[in-house]
Each structure stands twice: as C-alpha cells, then as structure tokens.
T-cell receptor, first 114, second 115 residues
C-alpha cells in the first residue's frame, strides 16, 4: 500500500511569491491534515480537510489556505511569502473522522523563502 | 487550552540500557495519545497510541508507553535501547468527542543512543 506522498520535495521561492504544495493521502483515507515544522517552533497545525471541506484551522494568517479535491488529494497555498514561512510542511492522512485513528505522515516539502 | 509538554530537549542513553522519554499533557476532556518518531529529513512515523483500556500500550520497534491519568502522563519506554533508535520523538494528543481532528504536538525530544 502506497503511503502519503507530497510534492515537490523541495521548493525555493522569494519573498512575496506564492507557493503551492501538494499531498496525496493513503488510498481510502478521507481526512488530510497540514502541519508546519519550523526550526525551533516544533510542529504546528495548519489545516484539516475532510470530505472536501475545511474542518479546522490552526492559528495562521489567511494567506495560508488550501483545498481538498474530490479524489481526497489536497493542496496548500501560501501567498505573499515571508522569510519566516521557511519550514518543512508535512501532510498527514487518516481513514475517518472517528477521532483516535492515527495519522500517517508524508515525507514533507521543504520550503525555503529567500 | 490543550497542550503537550516534553520536558527534556535531549535524552542520552547507552546502548542496551532502558530508555524513557517523558510526556505530560493538559486537556479539558479525555485524550487520545500518540507517539511518533522522526528520522533526519523524514516525515513522522507512528509508533503507538492510547485510546482506552490497558494503561500499558505496546507499539512498533519494541517501544511501549504507559498512560497515567492521575499524573496526566504518557511516557515512552523501551527496555533495551539500540543505536538505531537515535531520532527525534514527538508526543501528541487529540481530543475525542469533538470536531477537532488535528494533533497537538510536544516540542520533541532528541534521543541519542551511544554504543
């Protein structure tokens, strides 16, 4: 069974640009989560999508947005990039919204903002 | 507010010795608790979870964790450490019975196992 996949592996942008990160969940999983892992800040929750709808949002500005497609894949968009957006962005998926099912993580996208 | 604390930034253990990585949590309801491991330049790998039932949970790679409700702790343990266990370990909590499905993570504990 294929795991969670993310693309691209690395992304280099300049301040003010937009970045788009993509995630494909494990087959059969309907929930997709996005987390930011910035140096010194640990893992911060960004967004949760399930069945195409945004279910919850972390404490991030509106320039962080995303969506989930009918095939349950997801996209994270970061507009007006700032230097502090440089981080590893992790996507995770789980099978249902029954809380307790563990989340399975992808390898991440390393975003560098210059 | 919900939070998870991992009081040790780093734990150093000799190979073959037992290891403990500490985690305490603060939530308003009943939590689901998780441990994940992260190797350099990799995503997180699930180790084990506590949902309900037996307070001692066994997981992958010989790890186990003990849930203590009175102390609100969920410490990760292994009887005999391996050099290959060296990695970054994250404790996480998630509430059940609500709309929130995301995990709340501790800051992480770097485990270093020396030969």
């Amino acid at each position: 069974e294929a795991g969670v996949t993310q693309s691209p592996t690395h992304l280099i942008k300049t301040r003010g640009q937009q970045a788009t990160l993509r995630c494909s969940p494990i087959s059969g999983h309907t929930s997709v989560y996005w987390y930011q892992q910035a140096l010194g800040l640990g893992l911060q929750f960004l967004l949760w999508y399930d069945e195409g709808e945004e279910r919850n949002r972390g404490n991030f500005p509106p320039r962080f947005s995303g969506r989930q497609f009918p095939n349950y894949s997801s996209e994270l968009n970061v507009n007006a990039l700032e230097l502090e957006d440089s981080a590893l962005y992790l996507c995770a998926s789980s099978s249902t919204t029954i809380l307790g099912n563990e989340q399975f993580f992808g390898p991440g996208t390393r975003l560098t903002v210059l | 507010a919900q939070s998870v604390a991992q009081p040790e930034d780093q734990v150093n253990v000799a190979e073959g010795n037992p290891l403990t990585v500490k985690c305490t949590y603060s939530v308003s309801g009943n939590p689901y608790l998780f441990w994940y491991v992260q190797y350099p330049n990799r995503g997180l790998q699930f180790l084990l979870k506590y949902i309900t039932g037996d307070n001692l949970v066994k997981g992958s790679y010989g790890f186990e964790a003990e849930f203590n409700k009175s102390q609100t702790s969920f410490h990760l343990k292994k009887p005999s450490a391996l050099v290959s266990d060296s990695a970054l370990y994250f404790c996480a909590v998630r509430l059940y019975g609500g709309s929130q499905g995301n995990l709340i993570f501790g800051k992480g504990t770097k485990l270093s196992v020396k030969p």
